[in-house]
């Protein structure tokens, strides 16, 4: 089966949300759309968009740092998404 941006948000907010973490949607969204180097509109927008095996590995190491309550795993894929021009 082939992983989707939403088959991930999902995933990864319900492993935020089974380590007690209050912005699990939110932190799920912004981990993707680092590792995707895109933004969080973009992921809504294309939620059956397939996502590569490479990508879905360093979400899932990002989601596990993130479950274990390490806040840089989410700063420093929030600080790379303040850099990134939103609009063409």
């Known amino acids: 089966?082939?992983?989707?941006?939403?088959?991930?948000?999902?995933?990864?907010?319900?492993?935020?949300?089974?380590?007690?973490?209050?912005c699990a949607r939110q932190d799920a969204l912004r981990l993707l759309a680092s590792v995707l180097g895109s933004d969080g509109l973009a992921l809504y927008v294309e939620p059956r968009r397939p996502v590569d095996a490479e990508a879905r590995t360093r979400f899932r190491a990002?989601?596990?740092?993130?479950a274990a309550h390490d806040a840089a795993a989410v700063s420093k894929a929030a600080a790379k998404d303040r850099g990134r021009r939103r609009y063409p």
């Open 1 to 22: 089966m082939t992983a989707t941006v939403a088959s991930l948000l999902s995933e990864g907010a319900d492993r935020f949300t089974q380590a007690g973490l209050d």
């Open 62 to 66: 990002l989601v596990e740092r993130r």
